[in-house]
Structure formats: C-alpha cells, structure tokens
C-alpha cells in the first residue's frame, strides 16, 4: 500500500478540519429520512487510497451482497491527494456516500460535527475485543462515541542490507538504541557510507513518535494534556538529532527501496515497501531482511497506522451500512481482501492481528509485523491533535535542523497543542 508522506497527510487532515469547521454539517441538522428497510439499498463507499485497495474491499462488498440480496455496495476510490476536497462536499451538501474511510482520527473529527453516525447504536462495539487495542482507542473519540473503527493497519519496520552486515561483521539486527549507534559505527568502520536512514517519518512527528514512546513518553497525558515537557520527551528528542547529527542520517528522505539500493544499510520504512522491493529492484533479491525497530529504554512501542471506516449521519440506509461495516471483521470479509491483495500485489494489514499472519507478505515478514502490532501504539486520538500535528512536525523539525534546541522545540510544540484543545 502506497502511503503519502506523513508531512502531507498531515497538511490533509487540518485542512479537513479547518474546512469542516467552517460547512460540515453539525449535530442540528435534521437527520436524513431513512429509506424502505425492505426496499432495495444501493450503497456508495468512498475509500482513500488506491484502486487495487478498492478492489479488495470490492471483493468482501461481493460476498455480502450475495446474502443480502437487496444490497448493493460500490466502493470507489479517493487518492489522499483529493480525499479533502470530496469528503468536504459531500459533508457540506449532505449528499455523498452512505460510508466513508481516511485517517485514522478523520471519522471522529466528521462525527464532532455531526456527519457520522455514532455506530455503537449498531453493535459495533462487539468487534472491540477483535482490533488492536491502541489502534481501536485511535479511531475512538475522547467521550467514547464510536464514529469510526479500524479498517487496516500499517506500522513501521527496520530495513536492513543482510549483504552489509555480512561486510560489517554484524551477525544480528540491533534490537535496542545501543545496539543500533554500535552497528552504525561498525558500518561506517566497514567502508558503508550511509548506515542509516527513515524513510516514513523522517523530520515529522511520525519519525518522534517512535523514540518519544521507545522513551517512555507519549504526546499526551491520558486526561489529553499535552506532556512534551518530560524527560522522556528530551531524551527521544535528542536521540532522534543524534541519528541525524552524529551518526549520519540523511535529512532528505530517500524511499525505502531506493535507499537500500543505493547502499543505505538501515532504514525505517513502512511495511508495505516489503511488497515492491524485490520487483523495483530485482538486484536486492535475497540481500535484504526485516525487523521491529530497536527498542528504546521503555520498550519497543512502534507506530502503528491505517484508516478508519464509518457511515455518514447523511447515508439513507444506515441500517445496512452498519451492518457492513460489522461484517468487514468476519473471517470472510478478511481472508476476500487478504486473497485480493496478494493476487494484486498490494499491501494489507488486517485490522484484526490475529489475522495478520494471512497478509500479502511472505510469512517471515508478517511474523515481524504481527511482533511489532502486538506492542504498537497509534496516534493520539484527543482534541486538536489533527490540528497541530502539522505545526508540532515543524518544531521538532527545527530541532533536528539545528534552529532550535531540544527544550524550545518541545515547549513550543506543547504551545501549539494546548492552543488547539479548546
């Protein structure tokens, strides 16, 4: 699964909201007239990413039509590029799909203003015990409305040349802070030019998130205060400028792939690069592995991503977009997409981990998926995260950049968050 940059997606998300704040619909719009439940529903859903993803879902809206006869479901594709735009008329028209999916936190921000549906009313809450927990509670809103569920995942993974060890000497991929400065060295002692290298999240909030909870710290304090000023919040800081400063980490993102193929022995990459490297560089084939990323002081929490999947308040067959939004948990609905995928080539991470080891890649790589899922931890689900995760990249940024020290970085992005929680 191709992903936009995190510094893109960002810039998406808060101009969603700020647009939504200013047409969406909000809780005193008078709710849309539901059709015939006996009639036949012909349901839209807009789905952000790419059309072999579509095509998956298609697969798993096919085998629920097939027994529900009087349901129809055609999903269609958003690029994350113009998902703003399309969701943004569709809310402020009240006149668009009957389900929508984006950004993990997207739903709870339509939900506020009154363009979803709060799918506890549905049962949905039966398929908590199923998701990640922490990605679950990211797709949840703050007072425990439930406008959105996980529909997949994506987290983030070490990249690494087996070749290069080899050369280094490196028998092991480093499994700790220590152990990755050690074998950045021994890497540079070895003739390797580049070691090291972040592909998702270089220079942005997604590339801190690692090393501020491998800290011990988090974004937010569990009341949703912004609690950058700890000493676990400097620590991952000044640790991330270190890979950047001391130990060589190129400042301009390179993709994973390139990366490695233009000698980069390490790289922090997202797992769907593990599905196009061998075909965009057949030179690599056998000389490249994956791993979780190195733990931190207080453990090895990755990042973990993906989109959420909800029904719009504005849908005249909420009934039956519900009850799809259910199935999409079924065993059924996740082996259709899984099968899609891997017959497309395409990247999917079901929201369920226990079905993860049935994903697209090749069982070595969904083991090290499902290892660094099971101890993952998702983006901050409080209010005016999705506003201030753009300005918080920038001052993290200016730290990495040498404008600003690690204090004044993290106290200033603090300021922003604190602004913006209302």
């Known amino acids: ?24 619909a909000t809780s005193g719009t008078p709710e849309t007239r539901q059709a015939d439940a006996n009639a036949p529903a012909a349901i839209t859903w807009w789905s952000t990413g790419g059309d072999d993803e579509s095509a998956a879902f298609q697969k798993a809206a096919d ?8 349901v129809t479901i055609k999903v269609q ?3 994350w590029d113009d998902a703003y735009a399309k969701l943004l008329a569709a809310s402020t028209s009240r006149s668009g799909p009957d389900i929508v999916s984006g950004g ?7 939900g506020l203003r009154g363009g979803m549906v709060d799918l506890r009313k549905y049962g ?22 439930v406008y959105g569920i996980p529909l997949d995942m994506s987290t983030e993974a070490l990249y690494y040349r087996t070749d290069l060890f080899e050369k280094a ?20 002692d070895a003739g390797v030019r580049t070691p090291f290298g972040i592909d998702w999240g270089n220079l942005d909030w997604i590339g801190y998130f690692n090393f501020l909870y491998q800290a011990g710290g988090s974004f937010y304090t569990p009341g949703c205060k912004p609690s950058l000023g700890t000493p676990e919040a400097e620590r991952a800081l000044s640790f991330w400028i270190d890979l ?47 791993a979780p990323l190195p733990a931190g002081p207080a453990g090895p929490t990755t990042f973990i991503g993906g989109r959420a999947v909800g029904v719009t308040s504005y849908s005249k067959h909420i009934q039956q977009a519900a009850d799809f939004v259910k199935y999409l948990y079924t065993d059924e609905a996740v082996d259709a997409v899984n099968a899609e995928s891997k ?20 069982p070595q790589q969904s083991e090290v998926f499902a290892k660094i899922i099971s101890t993952g931890a998702a983006a901050p689900g409080c209010p005016g995260w999705d506003e201030s995760a753009g300005d918080v990249a920038k001052h993290l940024q200016s730290a990495i950049l040498g404008k600003a020290d690690v204090k004044t970085a993290l106290g200033e992005a603090a300021k922003v968050m604190e602004r913006n929680a209302g």
Not at 6 to 16: D, N, Q
Not at 124 to 145: F, H, I
Not at 169 to 188: H, V
């Open 77 to 79: 594709t958003l690029s």
């Open 343 to 362: 017959a497309r080539n395409v990247s999917y991470l079901p929201p369920r981990p226990d079905k993860v080891a049935d994903s697209p890649f090749q």
């Open 169 to 188: 000497g490196i028998k092991e991929p480093p499994a700790t802070w220590d152990e990755l400065t050690a074998d950045i060295r021994k890497l540079k």
């Open 1 to 24: 699964m191709r992903r936009t940059t995190a510094a893109a997606r960002a810039a998406l998300i808060t101009g969603l909201i700020t647009g939504l704040g200013a047409g969406c």
């Open 244 to 290: 950047h400063h001391k130990y060589g980490a190129p400042t301009d993102t390179v993709t994973t792939s390139d990366a490695l193929d233009a000698g980069t022995a390490m790289v922090y990459g997202g797992n769907w690069n593990a599905l196009v490297i061998d075909t965009s560089k057949p030179k690599l084939k056998g000389k490249w592995a994956v």
């Open 104 to 110: 993990m936190t997207w739903t709870i921000q339509f």
């Open 63 to 70: 085998l629920y039509t097939k027994s529900h006869p009087n």
């Open 124 to 145: 949905v809450e039966q398929l908590k015990a199923q998701a990640q927990p922490a990605q679950w509670k990211s797709a949840v809103s703050p007072d425990g409305t």
